[in-house]
C-alpha cells in the first residue's frame, strides 16, 4: 500500500475533474449497476499514468459525447475496490494503470496497460472520444 500522502496528488488528477473514487467493492458494484454509459480508470502510481493514463482520461472529456459517469479506483491502494472492478474487465488481465468503458454494466470497451505505456495522451485520448461516439 502506498502513503495516502503520496498518492493524493495522483487522485486529485482524475478527482479534479469529477471523477467519483470507488474505495470499497460495494460502490464498485453500485456505480456499474447504473444505467448509461461509465468509465472506469484503473489509477496508478507508474509513470505513464502521471504521462499519458490521466491526461488521455482528463482531454478525452472535451468531447461533445461522453460517458454519463467517470469513476476510480488506484491500485496498489484501494485493493478490494481494485480488484472487484477486474472482475468486471474479464476477460482482460489485470493491468494498471487501464481504462473501461461499460454501458447498462456490461463491458464495451478496454485499454490495457500496453494500449497506454508508451503512447501519448492524445493518441489515448483520441481512442476513449472514439469509444464515446459510439457508445455514449
Do not use: W
Not at 35 to 53: D, H, K, R
Amino acid at each position: 500500500m502506498y502513503p495516502a500522502e503520496l498518492v493524493k496528488p495522483m487522485r486529485e488528477d482524475l478527482t479534479t475533474v469529477g471523477f467519483e473514487e470507488l474505495h470499497t467493492p460495494e460502490a464498485v458494484d453500485m456505480a456499474l449497476a447504473k444505467e448509461g454509459t461509465t468509465l472506469v480508470v484503473v489509477n496508478s502510481v507508474c509513470g505513464c499514468a502521471a504521462a499519458n493514463a490521466r491526461p488521455g482520461a482528463r482531454m478525452s472529456l472535451q468531447n461533445t459525447k461522453k460517458p454519463d459517469h467517470i469513476v476510480t479506483v488506484f491500485a496498489g491502494v484501494d485493493k478490494e475496490a481494485v480488484e472487484k472492478a477486474r472482475e468486471y474487465m474479464i476477460p482482460f488481465p489485470p493491468s494498471s494503470p487501464s481504462m473501461a468503458l461499460f454501458k447498462d454494466g456490461e463491458l464495451v470497451h478496454m485499454l490495457e496497460r500496453h494500449h497506454i505505456e508508451g503512447r501519448p495522451a492524445e493518441l489515448i485520448s483520441e481512442n476513449l472520444v472514439d469509444a464515446y461516439n459510439e457508445y455514449c
